[in-house]
């Protein structure tokens, strides 16, 4: 019995030493992409100019104004990143504490975030990615174990209107020619994106400074409690804009989504820092070290 219990003490201790370990193979996935992603999108050396919001509708071109773009470079790519996000993975479930770190790119549809957390000194990743056409997003528990990866072609469209609703944060991708724009009226517009042999659309609301408020799509699906998912209407909403760099950028981030018996909201990111080309900032990808994302 003593050593069947020392045995058990020890495992629990060896568990518990490589739990603390900095090294993870989801955090090195994500970090390999992040570089190989950024040194692919390269620099633009423009910046915005009147005539490049000519064919926009009017409430994104106010958008534009109030957030102060004309005249500020032109970006290939963006950083994201928060901590202390409240996040729920479904309507059963209690709400976790994590850390988000987010990349996107505007020269094609493209997008990574790392999702950082711990239950009972248990150590939770999360993986989401979309890149060339292909969405993927993976779960990975006690670095070792793949709770659950979710990849195929519902997976590819819900991947493809996420980047849609963002692409207002990095506005050069809103500029790009994968994505049309309608207008609805003097403070919505409907937004579509053609990439990779898929589409998918949803409606941007603004205020009446310009402010963009929120995305709404039902383009995208939600996990539901037996692993599969169902069509659920979503909403990601934008507040608290702030001045940095020059330009106003919004610093909460929420993402929800609308069941019939009540809303869910599932991501709640208060204080995000957003930061434009990452790889011209003084320190590189090559001098990050391996506690940085």
């Known amino acids: 019995m003593l050593i069947a219990i020392g045995s058990l003490l020890g495992l629990l201790g060896c568990l518990a030493i490589f739990f603390l370990i900095p090294y993870s193979k989801t955090r090195k996935e994500f970090k390999s992409l992040r570089e190989k992603m ?3 999108a390269g620099f633009d050396h423009q910046v915005f100019i009147k005539a490049d919001l000519a064919d926009l509708p009017n409430p994104v071109k106010k958008y534009f104004d109030y957030c102060g773009y004309l005249g500020t470079p032109k970006m290939v790519a963006m950083k994201s990143s928060c901590e202390k996000v409240k996040f729920r993975f479904g309507r059963k479930t209690n709400p976790i504490s994590i850390d988000y ?5 505007t020269q094609e ?3 990574i975030a790392y999702i950082d957390s711990s239950k009972l000194g248990i150590p939770f990743e999360g993986l989401d990615s979309f890149t060339g056409g292909k969405g993927s997003m993976k ?10 990866h979710q990849t ?7 991947s493809l209107v996420t980047y ?5 944060i990095v506005p050069s991708a809103a500029l790009q020619t994968f994505i049309s724009w309608e207008e609805v009226d003097d403070r919505h517009v409907r937004a579509t994106i053609s990439s990779f042999d898929e589409q998918a659309c949803g409606i941007f609301a603004f205020d009446e400074k310009g402010e963009m408020l929120s995305f709404t ?11 599969h998912s169902e069509k659920v209407r979503w909403t990601a909403v934008f507040k608290e804009y702030q001045e940095s760099d020059g330009v106003l950028k919004p610093t909460r981030f929420q993402a929800i989504w609308h ?5 869910l909201l599932y991501f709640d990111a208060k204080e995000v820092k957003i930061e434009f080309d990452p790889q011209l900032s003084k320190r590189t990808i090559d001098e990050e070290n391996d506690a940085d994302i």
């Open 139 to 148: 779960g990975v528990l006690g670095k070792l174990i793949t709770l659950f």
């Open 217 to 227: 799509t039902d383009d995208r699906e939600a996990p539901s409690a037996d692993g």
């Open 38 to 40: 950024v040194k692919e």
């Open 101 to 105: 770190t987010q990349y996107n790119f």
């Open 164 to 168: 849609l609703s963002e692409c207002l």
């Open 109 to 111: 549809p493209a997008r």
């Open 259 to 263: 069941y019939d018996e009540g809303d």
């Open 152 to 158: 195929g072609k519902a997976m590819n469209k819900a």
